[in-house]
């Protein structure tokens, strides 16, 4: 099934984050990056598509 998802950076403070898009390998294989975000300030968002082996990482930076 496939989600649309949207990540904002909803808080005021400085701090940033970055939301990375990665895809599993073949069979279970090992994953790659294949795009990153970057939210530097709040309000900013990002709309992103989400599968069985395409998901997303969120961090601070």
């Not at 403070?13 to 294949?34: C, D, Y």
Request: glycine share 4%; hydrophobic share 35%.
């Amino acid at each position: 099934m496939t989600k649309s998802i949207r990540v904002e950076n909803a808080d005021n403070s400085n701090h940033k984050v970055v939301v990375q898009v990665w895809e599993r390998g073949p069979e279970g294989g090992h994953a790659k990056m294949l795009t990153e975000h970057r939210l530097d300030y709040p309000t900013s968002m990002v709309e992103k598509t989400i599968w069985k082996d395409h998901f997303l990482v969120i961090k601070e930076v």
